[in-house]
């Protein structure tokens, strides 16, 4: 099943339910691969990349391809104001760090406007009101065509939002957390947000548009882990995240689901995802292509509410 794609409301772009990430073959010098992982996920209804400004070549690397397409065929969805790596103690979350990143990104993407700008990271600190009229001139300006955040919390996602309706600007427009079927015991990165039950509840309430990060947890619904690695020095920075009694529960419901629909655990995982009653969106990471047609096929299955709910449970 070709995965479909989807007009986002109040924003002025359409995404693909399954949005491509920039995954570590992303190299200028592994243009091969890249041809070939791309022009499958388009083949599969895919038009919508996911890159950043932090994430070394992997502008540049969609920007070469894209360029002898269409742009306007393409969904890019771009993120700023990360910390540079050799500060990443220091905050970048202001007005002149999203002109500066933004500048980049358009000459590294050879393009004249993103779809999607997100701000990669917050800074409490900083007040809304700059940075939301910041980027709603960057819309006026037609350089990006919306606008969002990632890693905020939810009273600052809120307060921004609100910011903007109050001030006439144009819409915040998504929330990019990390979201997926694990729990989390701490942060997968430092300053990074993993959506509660709290924010879950908001945007069922609100329909406000999600895209996660992380959407499949880094495998750990597919055989990467088993309980027995807790003491792995090697697996030390998953454990830490990941090994909790609730996912080993729920992996065992998503055994029990694929067996019973004759797909693969991590597909129920990623379809977890997919099945909010608000417009969510995963972003993958497949390094291989079985593993981008794994995700595309998790599209077709269809997960009761009964179902869902057995998967948060664990039971």
């Excluded at 083949?43 to 932090?54: N, Q, W």
Aim: aromatic share 10%; charged share 30%.
């Amino acid at each position: 099943m070709k995965q479909d794609s989807y007009s986002v409301k109040d924003a002025n772009v359409i995404l693909s339910k399954l949005i491509l990430g920039s995954s570590d073959y992303l190299k200028l010098d592994n243009k091969d691969k890249v041809d070939r992982m791309f022009t499958r996920y388009v083949e599969e209804g895919g038009r919508t990349f996911d890159t950043a400004r932090h994430y070394r070549e992997s502008e540049a690397v969609i920007g070469s391809w894209l360029k002898d397409k269409k742009r306007e065929d393409y969904t890019i969805i771009t993120k700023g104001c990360h910390p540079v790596r050799e500060a990443p103690d220091t905050p970048r979350v202001n007005p002149e760090s999203i002109l500066a990143d933004l500048t980049t990104s358009l000459e590294m993407l050879a393009t004249d406007y993103v779809d999607v700008l997100l701000l990669h990271r917050d800074d409490p600190s900083q007040p809304v009101g700059p940075l939301m009229e910041t980027l709603s001139q960057l819309v006026d300006e037609k350089k990006i065509r919306s606008f969002g955040v990632s890693n905020w919390e939810l009273p600052r996602i809120i307060e921004a939002k609100k910011y903007c309706e109050d001030n006439g600007l144009n819409p915040l427009s998504f929330n990019s957390p990390n979201f997926s079927l694990a729990k989390v015991n701490e942060p997968r990165w430092e300053n990074c947000v993993t959506a509660d039950d709290l924010m879950i509840a908001w945007h069922e309430e609100t329909d406000f548009p999600l895209i996660s990060w992380s959407a499949q947890a880094e495998a750990f619904f597919g055989n990467r882990f088993s309980p027995d690695d807790v003491n792995d020095p090697e697996m030390a920075e998953f454990v830490a995240v990941y090994f909790n009694d609730l996912n080993w529960k729920r992996l065992v419901i998503c055994e029990e689901l694929a067996k019973e629909k004759g797909v693969k655990p991590i597909q129920i995982s990623l379809a977890y995802v997919l099945s909010q009653t608000f417009p969510s969106y995963a972003t993958i990471g497949p390094e291989e292509e079985w593993q981008l047609l794994d995700s595309v096929e998790a599209m077709n299955i269809q997960l009761s509410a009964e179902e869902i709910m057995r998967l948060k449970k664990g039971e």
